[in-house]
């Protein structure tokens, strides 16, 4: 071929290449390899001759270009490693975008291997294994940073403690840390934050010592419950602020043991969440996740079982990156019914009455394009524009200048149901209605 291949023209080549010298379903059963590079090829299920085998790695090779694996562009089945990858329960099965072909695909990355998972189900209220209910988990994530997902957060768990319920709050914004200062005052910090278990956990269990202090519990709140946070970062780090980036480096890598498989970032943050739950019980477990398409957001939004809010403001980035989001969530159920994104749901934040509608309409557009199947049964997962009850039908957030600087630690005043009931209705009504299907009673 003579254009050279990109990165996007990769897959559709190669299949393209495949088509020519395979049957559909001689494809469909092989595995299509990404590796770490972005070089491809192909494992085939089935040992083709000699001469064939040549004739389709040649045509690879022009295909693909740069973007052909340099060692072993086409790998038959009793090659070394083969089977390995034949057999890989993590393959995804896909079709191709301009063919059509439906393939199997693995894509190993340096970075990024949790965004390759299978979406967790649902979350339901189940019963932990001491017969405690199990808390609920929220994620609070956003696409963009300043679009007040973290003074919602602490809104939503002072609420939650007015009315009686423990609640825990977890920073996971390692990149740029906040939460924790937000609802702490320095003489509550723990010792110990998020980023030491996960660097901890790279050399086997974290010792319960370390669990223990890595809560601390803040006296803004008013009510019967608790508010035990979980900062990203604890007082060690801040007396030793240096040792900050090389920590986080060490927490965003997988932990290899001495035996065993590997376990990934969220792996890690699944072992964590755990650890933490069974400190005391919880009714109620709010993630403050890192701003856009970070590694450490895969985990809450695919693999840890939780409820998860996506704030984003009017703004032509939030819908550019809404897209690449969802796009790539789509590709990872192909055309099965995916009733696992019911559990996601859009926040307008900052908004103006004005765009309310408009920003509603252009959030189902993209929900329509990539994750709502085409309706031709009731059970697929499938909704209207005006479906209140839809993950794209947004909870909304009015732009208030009162909470432009927020910080309760400074102003506990406002920390108060009189003064954010009011900008708060619709979210503060949601997680209760969360609760509620989780048969805990307000």
Not at 174 to 190: F, N, T, V, W
Not at 220 to 236: E, H
Not at 291 to 305: Q, W
Not at 351 to 362: E, Q
Request: negative net charge; hydrophobic residues 45%.
């Amino acid at each position: 071929m003579t254009d050279p291949c990109r990165f996007d023209d990769g897959i559709p080549r190669l299949l393209t290449a495949l088509a020519t010298q395979l049957a559909p379903e001689q494809i469909s059963a092989g595995v299509v390899l990404r590796d770490a590079a972005g070089c491809l090829s192909f494992f085939s299920s089935q040992e083709l001759s000699p001469e064939h085998r040549d004739a389709l790695e040649s045509l690879l090779r022009a295909h693909l270009g740069a973007y052909a694996r340099p060692d072993r562009v086409l790998v038959g089945p009793d090659d070394p490693g083969a089977q390995r990858m034949l057999n890989d329960p993590y393959a995804l099965e896909l079709t191709g975008n301009d063919t059509r072909q439906r393939f199997r695909y693995l894509d190993r990355r340096i970075v990024g291997s949790d965004w390759m998972r299978q979406p967790s189900p649902t979350p339901t209220a189940a019963d932990t294994p001491n017969g405690a209910r199990a808390a609920r988990r929220v994620a609070f994530a956003s696409l963009k940073g300043g679009v007040g997902r973290s003074t919602a957060l602490t809104i939503v768990a002072a609420e939650q403690a007015r009315k009686g319920r423990n609640v825990l709050v977890i920073d996971l914004d390692l990149e740029a840390p906040g939460i924790g200062s937000l609802l702490l005052s320095e003489d509550r910090m723990p010792q110990f934050g998020v980023i030491d278990f996960l660097v901890e956990r790279n050399f086997g269990s974290v010792d319960r010592a370390v669990v223990d202090d890595m809560i601390g519990t803040s006296a803004l709140t008013q009510g019967q419950g608790l508010v035990d946070v979980v900062p990203a970062i604890g007082t060690r780090t801040l007396e030793q602020p240096a040792n900050y980036l090389a920590k986080l480096s060490r927490a965003m890598i997988e932990a290899v043991p001495e035996q065993g498989p590997p376990s990934s970032l969220a792996d890690k943050l699944h072992d964590m969440l755990t650890a933490l739950e069974a400190v005391r019980r919880y009714d109620l477990v709010l993630l403050d996740v890192r701003a856009g398409l970070a590694e450490v957001t895969a985990g809450p939004l695919l693999s840890l079982e939780t409820e998860v809010l996506i704030f984003g403001a009017d703004q032509r980035q939030t819908i550019q990156d809404l897209r690449f989001l969802l796009a790539h969530l789509g590709s990872l159920t192909g055309d099965s019914n995916p009733d696992e994104w019911s559990r996601l749901k859009m926040v307008h934040a900052k908004a103006t009455a004005s765009r309310v509608a408009g920003f509603r309409d252009d959030v189902w557009n993209l929900f329509a394009s990539y994750l709502y199947v085409e309706a031709v049964a009731l059970e697929q997962f499938n909704f209207d524009a005006d479906a209140i009850e839809a993950p794209h039908y947004p909870l909304v957030i009015p732009l208030d200048t009162a909470f432009a600087d927020w910080d309760p630690v400074s102003h506990p005043d406002k920390l108060v149901e009189s003064f954010y009931a009011h900008t708060f209705d619709s979210l503060l009504r949601y997680v209760d209605e969360v609760l509620l299907e989780a048969g805990d009673a307000v």
